[in-house]
Each structure stands twice: as C-alpha cells, then as structure tokens.
C-alpha cells in the first residue's frame, strides 16, 4: 500500500460488515488527498487488539457492542500496552452508559456512526492531534439524562472521593467539559496556566483517572456536571 508518510493511519474495528466498508469508502474514496490510510479493519475486539499489534496504527475507530471481546475490553487492552494509539468510540444515540465507561476506559472520544465524512475527517485528525472529541450535542444529552436520573448511592469511602474536589477544581472540570483549552481556562477565570495544570492534575489524581475525556466521564458519572451545573 503506497501510503504518504504523513498520512493518518486508521483501523476500524465494528461487527457490521456495512460499516468498516462504508468507513472505508469514506476514507479511501471522499477522504482522497486529505491524509488518511486506512490500514485494515476488524469485526471484535479480539482480531482488533492483534490486528493493532501487527499494524499500529494512530487512531482506531472502535465500536462497544461486539460479540466475544467486546470495545469496552479491548480500549483497555489498546490503552495499557499502546497508550500512544488514539481510540474514537462509535456509537449511537442509545449507548450513553456504554460510551462513558469507554471514555473512562481511555477513549479520547466518541464518534456518532451517521455522521457526516466532514465530521468524520475532523474527528480522526483531532484524534491523531491528541485532541478531545466531546461532540456538544451528545455532551448536552448525557448532561440532560443526568439531571434527570438519579444516581445509585454510593459506599461512604465513595461519598468522600465525590466530595473532595475544590470549588475552583470544579469550575476547570466543567470547563474541559465545555471543550475549553488550557490557555482559555486560565484567561476566562484569571488564573495562570500552570495553575490550570495543577488543577487538572488534582482532579486526575482524585479521580484515579489519567486523560480529561476520563475525568468529564467521572465527572458526569459522579453528577458533578449536569445542564444545572453548565
């Protein structure tokens, strides 16, 4: 396969034969001269996690419902042993339980499977740019569910962890929810970046988790961001 040296390298991994083949007309096809290859595709999580090893690629396309080895499982397995591959989750409109614990797993985001190739395109560049994919209309639907759904009780030891991030560590949680940057963080509440950084860091260690997609998806877990709180 002649592949630019800059391309993009892409994997997909869905148990739908009509998805990894309409993402790869998508991508060998529309997506023509703007930088991606995509290098092979996979129908579980299992044949992903070792097409991954044989191929690495840098954004893999990763759906959650899969027979066997399912994506929740093999993000785990990606993000212990290749945490430098970026893994987009694709979902659909009734999977906001399953997309977050994908977020929590180590997903850098998620990707709505009837989206647009423009979207499509924007997302994997993003991914590859260690960006945050947190698309705002999904983000205000889970944030609305979470209003209006109450949350199991949790053990005291819980209950503590919930309650221990600071009235500032909560304004720059809700800020890496609304997609902010660093730099905007800092401008919009007056504080310096390094600032910032130690915040967010506060919050990862508190939360036990080690990316901001991770800690929105404990933040929206715990309920500490609803449409309320935005």
Request: net charge negative; proline share 2%.
């Amino acid at each position: 396969m002649n592949e630019k040296q800059d391309d993009i390298r892409v994997v997909v991994v869905d148990d739908h034969l009509v998805v990894r083949e309409g993402l790869r007309m998508l991508l060998e096809i529309a997506g023509k001269g703007k930088g991606f290859t995509m290098l092979g595709d996979a129908a579980d999580g299992a044949t992903a996690v070792h097409v991954i090893e044989e191929l690495q690629p840098d954004v893999v396309l990763m759906d959650l419902r899969m027979p066997g080895m399912d994506g929740l499982e093999a993000i785990t397995r990606i993000r212990e042993r290749w945490s430098h591959i970026a893994v987009v989750i694709l979902t659909t409109y009734n999977e906001d339980d399953l997309m977050l614990r994908g977020l929590r797993a180590g997903a850098c985001g998620y990707l709505l499977k009837d989206t647009d190739r423009e979207t499509l395109f924007h997302a994997i560049r993003a991914a590859a740019r260690g960006d945050m994919l947190l698309q705002p209309e999904v983000m205000a639907r889970i944030l609305a569910r979470t209003t209006d759904t109450p949350h199991p009780a949790s053990s005291d030891a819980e209950a503590d962890k919930d309650s221990i991030l600071t009235e500032r560590e909560l304004e720059v949680l809700q800020a890496v929810a609304r997609g902010e940057r660093s730099k905007e963080i800092a401008s919009r509440l007056g504080i310096s970046l390094r600032t910032v950084s130690s915040h967010i860091t506060s919050i990862y260690t508190k939360f036990g988790v080690d990316s901001r997609v991770s800690a929105v998806a404990a933040g929206i877990e715990r309920g500490l961001l609803s449409r309320d709180r935005e």
